[in-house]
């Protein structure tokens, strides 16, 4: 478990005055790491930390940079177009860049002069994937998005027995996971409307999102090598926002019997920002099972699980219709939940993918599932918003929605906050729908 330290003291400043401003979403007690460049530019993606509205380039610090010890090493793996050599390294070295780039930001930092000079504006920048991802692992840890959806598919028997005991998960697909912004074509698939008597191929008529954390997995192991759940978080770098979009119709008619397949497989959207396990140390809970609900296998339990396990993240999802943006109007808001309602925890999934030697590497992503509320309008998907389709929202446009239209986006947020700390944000993963081919 990660411990709070002098980083995450909520008094401190930086000189990056809009890091200072309240609601921001990169104080200087978070430090998201993410890969990109000027945008337009033909410069080398690099790493870089958010804080504030701007970026810093971790390969321009010039004098300022640790020169030694971890911190250095961690820095040098910085200079790579991807963070898979950053994660790589383990949390030592994660810490001691933190508390070297902590140390350089803060308001009385002797280096501010001369580091200006390495800020980057985030509106001037493109971004890439954070990581390259060579595994793609999508769980499903939300019992309250279980029970929905269960109760829509399969209305006798909702949740199936192996919930409570197994962490359900499928392999999901790396090569059309995108960054926030991303296009999203909407997908053809086989469709088997209800009282048809034989499918046809046709564009999704049922497109939904899916508001889901993603957890980027640090140092791996060996092929063989189980992860024990005692030391599971020391193989996660850290987390970020990921929409795992899905046409319904088309998983309804193909998934069983073997789970989703291309339903799931046309993109994934992830936000650049991935905030560190490091960032995350304050707004850690208790890990709880309900009294009437048997307790995890041993594999799956342990005493800091049950001291810290869970994290108090808020996650919101909103919508941004064509029409909208036409008329200039916000963003609505769909709705909200929190990752402290997760049924199964990070180092729970890292333990059960890994118990039968399952080998992970340094830049793999696993989904968390989407993450729904105990309340109705706590559900992070459409499907379960609207009842199957069954009961439209009327937005404040005036438009109804079942499911996705084209140019809808949808972006998603997520922030921690807890009294005696910062408030820290993940920043958002948008995406757009695009009209089929
Ligand atoms: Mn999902």
């Given at each position: ?40 530019s ?10 504030g509205e ?28 991807a ?10 070295a ?63 028997q ?18 059309s996971i ?6 999203v074509?909407?997908?053809?698939g ?10 046809r191929?046709?564009?999704s ?50 998934y ?51 001291a ?29 939940a ?12 890292v333990?059960?993918h ?24 706590q ?30 986006r ?28």
């Amino acid at each position: 478990m990660r411990q709070i330290d002098e980083t995450h003291d909520p008094q401190l400043a930086s000189w990056v005055e809009s890091a200072n401003r309240p609601g921001c979403d990169f104080p200087l007690q978070n430090l998201p790491f993410a890969v990109f460049r000027r945008a337009g530019s033909r410069e080398p993606l690099r790493c870089g930390v958010g804080i504030g509205e701007a970026i810093l380039d971790l390969t321009a610090l010039g004098p300022a940079a640790p020169r030694e010890g971890a911190a250095a090493e961690a820095l040098a793996a910085c200079a790579a177009p991807a963070l898979n050599a950053l994660m790589a390294l383990g949390p030592q070295a994660w810490q001691a860049l933190r508390r070297g780039l902590s140390r350089l930001l803060r308001a009385d930092s002797p280096h501010a002069r001369a580091l200006a000079a390495a800020l980057v504006p985030q509106a001037q920048a493109e971004f890439a994937l954070p990581a390259r991802i060579g595994d793609y692992t999508d769980f499903y840890t939300s019992i309250h998005h279980a029970t929905a959806v269960g109760r829509l598919f399969r209305p006798d028997q909702p949740l199936l027995p192996n919930y409570k005991w197994v962490p359900i998960a499928y392999h999901g697909r790396a090569s059309s996971i995108g960054v926030s912004g991303q296009r999203v074509r909407r997908p053809h698939g086989q469709l088997m409307p209800r009282g048809a008597d034989s499918p046809r191929l046709a564009p999704s008529e049922r497109l939904d999102y899916e508001l889901e954390l993603g957890v980027l997995i640090g140092p791996g192991n060996a092929l063989g090598e189980p992860i024990p759940i005692e030391r599971a978080e020391e193989h996660v770098f850290g987390l970020c926002l990921l929409n795992d979009w899905s046409a319904r119709d088309v998983q309804a008619w193909e998934y069983q019997p073997l789970g989703p397949f291309l339903a799931k497989n046309f993109a994934t959207t992830v936000s650049p920002w991935v905030v560190t396990l490091e960032a995350l140390a304050p707004y850690r809970a208790p890990w709880r099972r309900a009294e009437h609900d048997p307790a995890p296998l041993p594999y799956l339990d342990c005493a800091a699980l049950r001291a810290a396990g869970a994290i108090e993240i808020a996650l919101e999802v909103a919508l941004e219709t064509a029409l909208m943006r036409e008329r200039a109007l916000a963003p609505e808001r769909l709705a909200q939940a929190d990752f402290r309602d997760s049924y199964w925890s990070i180092a729970q999934m890292v333990a059960h993918h890994t118990v039968n030697g399952c080998n992970l590497a340094p830049g793999d992503l696993l989904g968390t599932g989407t993450q729904s509320g105990p309340a109705p309008q706590q559900a992070g998907s459409l499907l379960e918003l609207t009842a199957g389709g069954s009961r439209p929202l009327t937005l404040k446009s005036g438009e109804q929605r079942r499911f996705l239209a084209d140019g809808d986006r949808v972006i998603l947020r997520a922030w921690c906050e807890r009294a005696g700390f910062a408030r820290i944000g993940f920043g958002e993963a948008a995406g757009t729908v695009w009209p089929a081919a």
